[in-house]
């Protein structure tokens, strides 16, 4: 195993950021074949069988690091997790429980997504409408990419999360209805 994924079983190491326990960069692009190849070495690593003849307590310790080794892989693999994580580290929360305000455009285009998913009768008719938003939920992440990477601007890119859960919620509507 090489040292850029061994796990240091500790306490205190438990409380790393995601990137951190992955020892990944601190940014939004990311390889997923990479992060893969990581997280399976680092369960590995982890697993509590290994830490049998160690005790409960080493046993314990294990499955914290194994529970939060998945935490952290979920977070990182998904582009909006990944965002919405690094807004939060960068001290641009989301709090899309509290802070709902959208732009009137954006609000415009949600009502007419809703209308023309209403109206749709036929399978073509929502598999065009999910292409669309497919489509712009694509073009806004890569835009909350560059927001994140390029230009440092975690609060637009907040501000982009944000919106971009309303379109994923949509989007999972419409992949059910098809």
């Given at each position: 195993m090489t040292a850029a994924v061994a796990v240091n079983l500790s306490v205190s190491s438990l409380t790393d950021n995601d990137f951190q326990i992955f020892g990944v960069p601190e940014q939004y692009e990311q390889s997923l074949p990479e992060l893969d190849t990581k997280w399976k070495a680092l369960q590995r690593e982890a697993h509590p069988d290994k830490f049998a003849a160690q005790g409960a307590t080493a046993q314990r310790l294990a499955m914290q690091w194994s529970v939060r080794i998945n935490e952290a892989y979920q977070r990182l693999k998904d582009p909006l997790k990944r965002?919405?994580?690094?807004?939060?580290?960068?001290?641009?929360?989301?709090n899309a429980e509290n802070n709902t305000a959208m732009p009137a455009t954006f609000l415009m285009q949600q009502i007419e997504w809703r209308e023309a998913a209403d109206d749709a009768t036929s399978y073509e008719q929502i598999e065009t409408l999910l292409a669309e938003v497919s489509a712009l939920k694509q073009k806004l992440l890569a835009q909350c990419g560059r927001s994140l990477d390029k230009e440092n601007a975690s609060?637009?890119?907040s501000s982009l999360v944000r919106s971009l859960m309303f379109i994923e919620k949509f989007e999972s509507e419409l992949e059910d209805r098809l």
């Open positions: 965002a919405a994580y690094l807004c939060e580290l960068r001290g641009a929360p989301i609060d637009a890119a």
